[in-house]
Nanobody, 114 residues
Framework: QVQLVESGGGSVQPGGSLRLSCATSGRILSFRSMGWYRQVPGKQRELVAV???????QYSDSVKGRFTISQNKARNAVYLQMDSLKPEDTAVYYCNGRIQSDFWGQGTQVTVSS
């Protein structure tokens, strides 16, 4: 069973930075893609960023230019560097790994508030 474990969430003021980490129990090269999603109460989970094994990335328009997704194949880990954070970035962030189905981490809370 594949397991994904997120870490690095917390509270930060607007304009600040956070770095999320996702450790996997499997080899990230086994995944078709890995990514980060976020969800706020009452809304659907939305894509934030995704990365393919070859390093190709995709971002939602709302985070483009502020967030950076990266991977460390040796450590089977994926990261999300979040800069210039805004209050609207407040959400629970989930790590996702996709093979033939989706695997999810437990989520980590990110709160951006003054």
């Amino acid at each position: 069973q594949v397991q994904l474990v997120e870490s690095g969430g917390g509270s930060v003021q607007p304009g600040g930075s956070l770095r999320l980490s996702c450790a996997t129990s499997g080899r990230i090269l086994s995944f078709r893609s890995m990514g980060w999603y976020r969800q706020v109460p009452g809304k659907q989970r939305e894509l934030v960023a995704v990365i393919a094994p070859n390093g190709i990335t995709q971002y939602s328009d709302s985070v483009k230019g502020r967030f950076t997704i990266s991977q460390n194949k040796a450590r089977n880990a994926v990261y999300l560097q979040m800069d210039s954070l805004k209050p609207e970035d407040t959400a629970v962030y989930y790590c996702n790994g996709r093979i033939q189905s989706d695997f999810w981490g437990q989520g980590t809370q990110v709160t951006v508030s003054s």
